[in-house]
């Protein structure tokens, strides 16, 4: 049992670590249970005489400590479970230590552990304490060589920087060495050692460099490392002709891992990669699937520059890189995929996983002043929101002046370990701008609301928009101040014309007007387009003018929200038992309308066809009735199935392609719109649409379709979906990646009988909890996207998932507290259904032995 009380690390309480380690030196005699780590550390006193060297270490078997050579007795220093301190220690010295871990029987899948027969690491954020005593924080930056001795079966054994040797000791085992020549913090060292196979290639950089590119993958899948190989490629050209950033080394290396807490890592020259978001073919990824590749190869190899060679302080400014580099892989994204859809992708993920964080208990800045466990923090918040302020620094500044803080700051504080005011400084001096103000989206938690009112005056033809902005209270955050909101607004006639193309208003106060004159007929609004920023935005608007910017908008961001917007009124509406029969059906008759523009492309469509999603109209309900929305949703949906059936059926039909699958954007958007059909038509199924439902999952010839159907079918329930299910079992029951689809989709499941599934799929012999990946298909995926089944008024949902958390926490505490925030969000439901929620924290709360990762999210989320 926890007799100890965890204590917040905090901003405030930042200092300097007081010494440099100039040079780390490791060798690895690498075995599954028994792996020795001997360190060399050069070490210079650069704090006050006479301070301790104290330096991290957990589950580490020490076996000696030496100083120049010299082994110390066991009084001259001191081991507890966190820590090794020497309290005498010389003002420049070379430690050696040497330790014993065990990576086989590390499940927690940080530091060194084993994952299909092979050694790898994951040591963002504290990981690499589990290896060696070192001080594990990311302003120690070290330059690192490493030797690694294993068993020649394992015939790849790779680190961080240039292969400087490598060569036979005895037959039985070989060795290699690295040298990385930059230094970096030990969060971002790597190892890797294992049978693979590698696919190669080769990037020319804009000086005429020559890079070697290596990714590995497990025996047999190569081939699907191509589409990962070739984003790489385009990233690397892109970073160059965008930012300028070229890449410094001669070797860049990728490794697909299936035990993976993360998405990937950046660690320098060796990114580790969660095998899900590294191998595709046609056959067994979607289209979804190569857009995430393409993203999350972008972000890690962006890392580079904006993580790597200027890296954080101290965790605090974890959004320095992640923020950034998000941005930066958006908007690489949107150069790569269209900029509209794009948008609205991340726009969507946005306000499905941040706003929601905004506001509930575990509402946080985007940088923190305080936490119990880093890894907690890896959160929406650091990345989306975080981008998002950089997406605003650009809008307000302008294109020109954003490159130009860029430059500089790449400029000033390449090798360092910064901070965000740092990086806000470049902004404000290449700008010539005070950006004081805009400091405070860094400290200030919480979405804020944006009103905007519109009055025109027809004999002056002009328009007064009056906008106001608050934020609600977040923990430990009663009182908000104004916020610099770069709103884009426009404006149309009643027909649809442009009567004022969009104006970026600066929203810095509490409450602002604006008049425009030469507005010559009534407006309607078009504001916040594209997105400006990330807040609620009301306005005065009818529905009628909604259907005016669902029609004719040319901000197609803003076409596709006033879509959402009638949507989500008229399943809230219904969910509150005031029905709205006749605005249903114009808002089926509007959708066709969009369906068929020829200007619009086909992925744009596919958007438009989906509706807002039950947890997002949950967060706009409160309190939530999860089955009466469900059942809101649902109604319309079959509205639409039955309104737009023969458009439908046509667009299904015409969106079909014989030919051979291309990853490309275009071929990708016509997949989404035929399978975006496929799932309204399953709202209607009688014989007809059935029958086009189960021919599309049975002559799908690629993995996009495979998924739609088998989707679609699920939705209709009964022996066509279990027959479904079937054969997809049968067919990939050997495709580890497949099979978490599988789970997925099951989980998924809105039939009545769901938790039943779900908990019976627990008991599969294919269903794996100590891989995150298996365990996030099925678990995860319930309690966060199947809200009318896991609000199950029994409250057995809340068991289940109570359950789940604390069996992982026992082994993998970090994956486990990611399980805590669908209850964590107990307070925005029917009190009846809150209570049950409440109960199920405070018992994983109250829990013995229970980790600090899910200790602080628990407790946090009760509060």
Known sequence: ??????????????????????????????????????????????????????????????????????????????????????????????????????????????????????????????????????????????????????????????????????????????????????????????????????????????????????????????????????????????????????????????????????????????????SSLLLADPQTATDADYERIEAVVAHEYFHNWTGNRITCRDWFQLCLKEGFTVFRDQSFSADMRGAVVQRIKDVWALRARQFAEDSGPLAHPVRPSSYLKIDNFYTATIYEKGSEVIRMLKTILGAAAFRKGCDLYFERHDGEATTVEAFIACFAEASGQDLTDFFAWYEQAGTPAVSIRTEYDADAQAVTLTLGQSTPPTPGQPTKKALPIPVAIGLLSAEGEVLRDTEIVLLDKDAATVRWDGVTGPPILSALRGFSAPVNLTTDAKSSDRYVLLGSDPDLFNRWEAGQTLARDLILTRAAGQPDEVGEERYADGLGRALVDDAAEAAFKALLLALPAEPDLARMSEPADPLALYQARKHLRTRIAVHLGDLLRRLHGEMQSDGEFSASAQAAGRRALRNACAEALAADPHAENLARLVGHFEASRNMTDTMGGLNALITVGGATRDQALALFQQAWKNEPLVMDKWFAAQARDPSEDALDRVIALTRDPSFEPTNPNRLRALVSTFAN????????????????????????????????????????????????????????????ATHPDLSKNVLELATKALT
């Open 785 to 844: 996207f199947n809200p009318a089944r896991f609000h199950d008024p029994s409250g057995a949902g809340y068991r289940f998932l109570a359950d789940q958390v604390l069996a992982v926490d026992a082994f993998n505490p970090m994956t486990a507290a990611r399980l805590v925030e669908p209850l964590g969000a107990w307070r925005r439901y029917k009190p009846e259904l809150g209570a049950l929620m409440r109960e199920q924290l405070e018992r994983v």
């Open 1 to 274: 049992m926890r007799t100890d009380t965890p204590q917040p690390i905090r901003l405030a309480d930042y200092r300097p670590f007081p010494f440099a380690i100039e040079t780390t030196r490791l060798v690895f005699d690498l075995h599954p249970s028994a792996t020795r780590v001997r360190a060399e550390l050069t070490v210079r006193r650069t704090g006050e005489a006479g301070q301790p060297l104290a330096l991290n270490g957990e589950r580490l078997k020490l076996l000696s400590v030496a100083i120049d050579g010299q082994t110390l007795s066991a009084n001259q220093y001191a081991v507890d479970a966190e820590h090794l301190t020497i309290h005498e220690v010389p003002d420049q010295f070379v430690l050696t230590t040497e330790v014993e871990i065990d990576p086989l029987a590390n499940k927690a899948l940080t530091g060194l552990y084993m994952s299909g027969g092979r050694f790898c690491t994951q040591c963002e954020a504290e990981g690499f304490r589990t290896i060696t005593y070192f001080p594990d924080r990311p302003d120690v930056l070290s330059r690192y060589s490493v030797r690694i001795e294993a068993d020649s079966v394992l015939p790849h054994l790779l680190s961080n920087g240039n292969l400087t040797d490598q060569g036979s000791l005895d037959g039985a085992r070989h060795f290699a060495e690295w040298v990385d020549p930059f230094p970096k913090p030990s969060y971002l060292f790597a190892l890797v050692a294992g049978d693979l196979d590698v696919l190669t290639d080769t990037f020319v950089t804009m000086s005429g460099r020559e890079v070697a590119l290596k990714i590995f993958v497990d025996p047999g899948q190569a081939s699907r490392a191509a589409y990962a190989l070739d984003s790489l490629k385009r990233a690397m050209k892109w970073d160059e002709e965008a930012f300028g950033r070229e890449y410094d080394l001669d070797l860049f290396m990728i490794v697909a891992v299936r035990d993976f807490n993360f998405g990937a890592m950046e660690n320098k020259g060796l990114n580790i990669f969660n």
